[in-house]
C-alpha cells in the first residue's frame, strides 16, 4: 500500500504532468468559478494540497521542496495562462 502511495505521489510532482494538467485545472477552475481570485484561490489550494502530500509522503524532503518550488513557479506562470484564457473566453 505504502508503495501505490508513493508512486501516486511522484506522478504529482513530476513536472511533466504538472506542465500537462495545470492549463486544464485552470480551465477547470475558472469555469467552475467564473473569476480571476476563485480560480487563483483553486490553484493555490491544489498546490498547497499536494505538496503536503508529498512532504508526508516522501522520505526525501529535498524532492519534496523540489515539488514546492515547482509548483509555486507554475502558480506565478499560471497567472498569466489566467489571463490567456480569459482574452479568449472574452
Known amino acids: 500500500m505504502k508503495s501505490a502511495v508513493k508512486q501516486t505521489t ?3 510532482i513530476n513536472p511533466a504532468f ?3 494538467y495545470t492549463p486544464l ?3 477547470f477552475a475558472f469555469l467552475l468559478t467564473r473569476s480571476i481570485t476563485g480560480t487563483l484561490f483553486l490553484h493555490f489550494w491544489l ?3 499536494t ?3 508529498a512532504l508526508l509522503m516522501e522520505d526525501d524532503l529535498r524532492e519534496s521542496w523540489g515539488a514546492l518550488v515547482l ?3 507554475l502558480f506565478f506562470i499560471s497567472i498569466f495562462e489566467v ?3 480569459i482574452r479568449i473566453l472574452i
Open 51 to 53: 505538496t503536503s502530500l
Open 25 to 27: 485545472v485552470l480551465m
Open 83 to 85: 489571463y490567456l484564457y
Open 18 to 20: 504538472l506542465i500537462f
Open 10 to 12: 511522484k506522478l504529482f
Open 47 to 49: 498546490g498547497i494540497m
Open 71 to 73: 509548483l509555486h513557479g
